[in-house]
C-alpha cells in the first residue's frame, strides 16, 4: 500500500528516558513534516524537510531532533523525555507546490509517566 | 501570522441532516486549503484540496468551497450518516512555505 507509515503506534515512556519514532513514505514525495497534536486536539508543526534538507524548525526544544537519512524517511528523537512531551506525534509527507496536498500517518502516541 | 478558525467547535445533528462546516482564515495570500477528517486515537485522512484558484471541489457528497478573498472556506456535507461522525479539521498553506497551519477542528456527531 501506498502510505506514510510510522512507528511505533503507542510509546509509554518515563520521564528522562530518550526515545525515537520512526517515519517512511513510499509515495515519492519531496518533503516530510513532523505535526504535534497536543491535548486538546491542536495540531501544530514541528520541522519538515525537503530532500533531506531542513526546511522549518518551529520554535521546538533542541531536545527533539530529527533526522533525514534519505528523502523517504523522517526520524524523531526525543532527548530527556518530560511530561509536557505527551501527546500524538504525526508524520506526514507531500510533494511541494502540487495539487496533490498532504498525507498523514496514523500516529504514534507518546506517554510520559 | 496565519490563524485559522473553526466554529462552533462541536456540533451534533440527527441523521440525514445537510450540514455546513465553516472555516475562516487572517490571511487570504494562501496557497491551497485542504479538509481533514480525524476519527478517534486515528491519523488524518485528506477529504478534499482546494487550490488558490479554485472556488470549489467536489466528492462524493461532499462539496467544499473557497472564498480567498473573504478568507473563508465551507464543507458542505450533503444527507449526513452515523459514519460521518469525526473530527473536521481545515488548514491552510502559504504561498512560499508548505507549511499546514491548522484549525482547532469540529467534532461532528450524528446521530441514527
Known amino acids: 500500500d501506498t502510505a506514510v507509515s510510522q512507528t511505533p503506534k503507542y510509546l509509554v515512556t518515563q520521564m528522562g528516558n530518550d526515545k525515537s519514532i520512526k517515519c517512511e513514505q513510499n509515495?515519492?514525495?519531496?518533503?516530510m513534516y513532523w505535526y504535534k497534536q497536543d491535548s486538546k486536539k491542536f495540531l501544530k508543526i514541528m520541522f519538515s524537510?525537503?530532500?533531506?534538507?531542513?526546511?522549518i524548525n518551529e520554535t521546538v526544544p533542541n531536545r527533539f531532533s530529527p533526522k533525514s537519512p534519505d528523502k523517504a524517511h523522517l526520524n524523531l528523537h526525543i532527548n530527556s523525555l518530560e511530561l509536557g512531551d505527551s501527546a500524538v506525534y504525526f508524520c506526514a509527507s507531500s510533494q511541494v507546490f502540487t495539487v496533490y496536498g498532504y498525507t498523514f500517518g496514523s500516529g504514534t502516541r507518546l506517554t510520559v509517566v | 501570522k496565519q490563524e485559522v478558525t473553526q466554529i462552533p467547535a462541536a456540533l451534533s445533528v440527527p441523521e440525514g441532516e445537510n450540514l455546513v462546516l465553516n472555516c475562516s482564515f487572517t490571511?487570504?495570500?494562501?496557497?491551497?486549503l485542504q479538509w481533514f477528517r480525524q476519527d478517534p486515537g486515528k491519523g488524518l485522512t485528506s477529504l478534499l484540496l482546494?487550490?488558490?484558484?479554485?472556488r470549489e471541489q467536489t466528492s462524493g457528497r461532499l462539496n467544499a468551497s473557497l472564498d480567498k478573498s473573504s478568507g473563508r472556506s465551507t464543507l458542505y456535507i450533503a444527507a449526513s450518516q452515523p459514519g460521518d461522525s469525526a473530527t473536521y479539521l481545515c488548514a491552510v498553506t502559504q504561498g512560499g512555505s508548505e507549511k499546514l497551519v491548522f484549525g482547532k477542528g469540529m467534532k461532528l456527531t450524528v446521530n441514527p
Open positions: 524537510y525537503n530532500n533531506k534538507e531542513l526546511i
Open positions: 490571511d487570504s495570500a494562501i496557497y491551497n
Open positions: 482546494i487550490q488558490s484558484s479554485q
Open positions: 509515495l515519492g514525495h519531496d518533503t
